[in-house]
T-cell receptor, first 118, second 112 residues
Framework: GAVVSQHPSWVICKSGTSVKIECRSL??????MFWYRQFPKQSLMLMAT?????????EQGVEKDKFLINHASLTLSTLTVTSAHPEDSSFYIC??????????????FGEGSRLTVL | DAKTTQPTSMDCAEGRAANLPCNHS???????VYWYRQIHSQGPQYIIH???NNETNEMASLIITEDRKSSTLILPHATLRDTAVYYC?????????????FGGGTRLMVKP
């Protein structure tokens, strides 16, 4: 299957700093990318949907000024957690869908990035 | 997208078949059934999907009832590495902007 890679896989930062997480589709062009957040022992919750070259669509309750999403190319989307606080500590996961799988609908997920804010 | 109902947890003996059920009684005609699993601290992994017919691949088999209101994921010979949370999701395949909505899933514990 298609490969989606996230970086970094884990990051620790101080409260008030900003952290950027990258999501790359390695062997296909990702027309749409999704960002999820997962707290311990909970399911994945969608944060936002981004299409290449356009602004991301955020889910209700997700602050767009705090979680900046950029999808500048067909192989890269970034999530920046601005002015991070301890309650932002979570497992962040991206997924992507490409032109080759639009009709069959499989989504491919990154390995996840664990953010710990001290 | 139609909602799904899965048992919260299941146990399975190593080497035996693991049968994970999923109810999706409100599924519509153009919605596919997808299965993903998530091993601890990793991103979800695609397993299999189907519309009406039973499907099989190198990982698992998917059995969909004739009325499509339920399905079963079968891991034919479960190993310890199959311990994970398994998610059953239904969605319209061709709607690229339609994200996957994850429910609680089934936590499968494969025991030696």
């Amino acid at each position: 299957g298609a490969v989606v890679s996230q970086h970094p896989s884990w990051v620790i930062c101080k409260s008030g700093t900003s952290v950027k997480i990258e999501c790359r589709s390695l062997d296909f062009q990702a027309t749409t990318m999704f960002w999820y957040r997962q707290f311990p022992k909970q399911s994945l919750m969608l944060m936002a949907t981004s299409n290449e070259g356009s602004k991301a669509t955020y889910e209700q309750g997700v602050e767009k000024d705090k979680f900046l999403i950029n999808h500048a190319s067909l192989t890269l989307s970034t999530l920046t957690v601005t002015s991070a606080h301890p309650e932002d500590s979570s497992f962040y996961i991206c997924s992507a869908i490409g032109s080759g799988t639009i009709n069959t609908g499989e989504l491919f997920f990154g390995e996840g990035s664990r953010l710990t804010v001290l | 997208d139609a909602k799904t109902t899965q048992p919260t947890s299941m146990d399975c003996a190593e080497g035996r078949a693991a049968n994970l059920p999923c109810n999706h009684s409100t599924i519509s005609g153009n919605e596919y059934v997808y299965w993903y699993r998530q091993i601890h601290s990793q991103g979800p992994q695609y397993i299999i999907h189907g519309l009406k017919n039973n499907e099989t691949n190198e990982m698992a088999s998917l059995i969909i009832t004739e009325d499509r209101k339920s399905s079963t994921l079968i891991l034919p010979h479960a190993t310890l590495r199959d311990t994970a949370v398994y998610y059953c999701i239904v969605r319209v395949a061709s709607n690229a902007g339609n994200m996957l909505t994850f429910g609680g899933g089934t936590r499968l514990m494969v025991k030696p």
